[in-house]
């Protein structure tokens, strides 16, 4: 890699990729990056071999991948990494549109193939009925199973299991039994609002490959929409009429509010819910999403640092076929790639990430 060039725009965009690329890879494996730039520079390796490595080191950067081949300093090799480049992302699209064709209802994921994917903006969209039944009451048990409290083992929760009386029962009859089927009344952790973040791996393959398959189906609804990493889940079960504030959820600084950040990956089921959006917290109007049960929300890349809030989960809004399948409210389960992040569970049920060593000012 040159470290001067006659363009300023260059030089400047070369001195940011390099530090992003130290920051990235760590000491070591830039040594060994540079090295490889080097080789492939004097003539020692084949500049297929070169992308081949830098697009394995990358995989999960990719606008700092599109920078290393826009700053190639030799114009002839610079135009055949770009060519290689090109061809990546496009078999990229045919596999996420070939993955999206194999989705058959009541596959293991679960994604229905009678959804249908609204682009509201760049990076944000709504896909409308993706969970099928069978996805939507899975998913409610495996949040349950992994999202208990239980003091004697450790294990931190969205709700306890206790014997008082429930605060959860709804006004209307026709949907007491829901409460009744439960083998006991259950208590969240916020008062209205129960929540609890655990890794990917806390839960079932399943939820990682349902994950994927959402985010596959936005790719080819948009190429605004980043690929990701599930690595940390988000529980949030909301009570009827239970709000959220206004808040912004955490970011790796290499990447917020780049084109490449991962999307957060928001599927919802039970009473539907008003989610609103806006670019800053200053803004006084807003955008309002009603998500429905089943359906799957996404943001990344443009959109990934939207400023939003729950204003309000509805009432009189149970599909009739959840009825005593779940507990009345609103379950939201939110998949995350917080990449070199690290969970900060000190106040829980609050939380706070950590990237290289510094805490981010905003929501998990």
């Keep these: ?27 070591e494996a830039y040594a060994a990056f540079r090295g490889a730039a080097r080789a492939s520079q004097l003539g020692k390796v084949e500049i297929a071999e070169y992308y081949a490595y830098v697009a394995r080191v990358l995989r999960n950067h990719p606008d700092l991948l599109e920078d290393v081949v826009a700053t190639y300093p030799e114009d002839r090799t610079r135009k055949r990494l770009e060519g290689l480049l090109r061809e990546d992302r496009e078999e990229a699209k045919r596999d996420d549109a070939r993955r999206v064709g194999e989705s058959k209802a009541g596959a293991p994921c679960g994604s229905s193939p009678s959804y249908k994917a609204e682009v509201l903006a760049d990076g944000l969209v709504v896909l409308r009925g993706a969970l099928d039944f069978d996805a939507q009451t899975w998913l409610v048990r495996a949040a349950f199973e992994a999202g208990e409290a239980n003091d004697a083992e450790g294990n931190r929760g969205f709700y306890e299991r206790t014997k008082a009386v429930s605060e959860t029962r709804p006004d209307e009859r026709d949907e007491r039994r829901a409460d009744d089927a439960a083998p006991s009344v259950l208590r969240l952790n916020q008062g209205t609002r129960g929540r609890v973040i655990l890794p990917a791996d806390a839960f079932p393959e399943r939820l990682t490959t349902l994950c994927m398959e959402c985010v ?25 009429n239970a709000q959220f504030k206004w808040h912004r959820d955490s970011e790796d600084p290499l990447v917020a509010g780049t084109k490449s950040a991962p999307p957060i ?5 039970g009473l539907s819910c008003d989610f609103a959006v806006k670019k800053r917290f200053e803004d006084e109007t807003w955008m309002t999403i009603r ?11 443009a959109s990934r640092m939207l400023v939003h809030s729950v204003t309000r989960v509805v009432p009189r809004t149970m599909p009739t076929r959840l009825r005593g399948e779940m507990l009345h409210g609103r379950l939201n389960v939110t998949v995350r790639d917080i990449g070199r992040g690290v969970i900060d569970e000190s106040q829980f049920p609050a939380y706070r990430v950590r990237y290289g060593g510094e805490m981010a000012d905003d929501q998990v």
């Design 265 to 269: 990956v928001s599927f919802t089921v």
């Design 291 to 301: 998500l429905d049960s089943g359906d799957v929300l996404l943001f990344g890349g």
């Design 1 to 27: 890699m040159a470290d001067a060039w006659p363009d300023d725009e260059t030089a400047r965009r070369t001195r940011s990729m390099i530090h992003r690329l130290k920051v990235v890879l760590g000491p």
């Design 216 to 240: 596959c189906l936005a790719r080819a609804a948009t190429d605004t929409m980043p690929g990701m990493n599930p690595t940390t889940v988000l529980v949030n079960f909301y009570k009827e």
